[in-house]
């Protein structure tokens, strides 16, 4: 059993920055890949980026690439999204999530524990 933990979000101008953490409980948080999932109201929950079990391998949804980035230390049980450049379509609650495997997958559904949620919202 993993428990996840988010904090970090927040109101930011157009064009600012926020750093998100989730903090993570149980002593396997380092065999697990970590995801960050958005969702905004009205749509579904969607992909933003995630980082394998030992952070050598990342990925990035396109709408985030080159803004967001995506790390973890496992000595801590914390994995982190740096956001840059933020803009009003970027307003979400942001989701921590721990996969099932190793290694970085997009996928929703390969995601088995999930933290609460963090509200980042982004003024124009």
């Known amino acids: 059993q993993v428990q996840l933990v988010e904090s970090g979000g927040g109101l930011v101008q157009t064009g600012g920055s926020l750093r998100l953490s989730c903090a993570a409980s149980?002593?396997?948080?380092?065999?697990?890949?970590m995801g960050w999932f958005r969702q905004a109201p009205g749509k579904e929950r969607e992909f933003v980026a995630c980082?394998?079990?030992?952070?050598?391998?990342?990925y990035y949804a396109d709408s985030v690439k080159g803004r967001f980035t995506i790390s973890r230390d496992n000595a801590k049980n914390t994995v982190y999204l740096q956001m840059n450049s933020l803009k009003p379509e970027d307003t979400a609650v942001y989701y921590c999530a721990a996969g099932r495997s190793r290694y970085c997958i997009a996928l929703l559904k390969e995601y088995d524990y999930w933290g609460q949620g963090t509200q980042v919202t982004v003024s124009s």
């Open positions: 149980g002593h396997t948080f380092s065999t697990y890949a």
């Open positions: 980082i394998s079990w030992g952070g050598g391998s990342t």
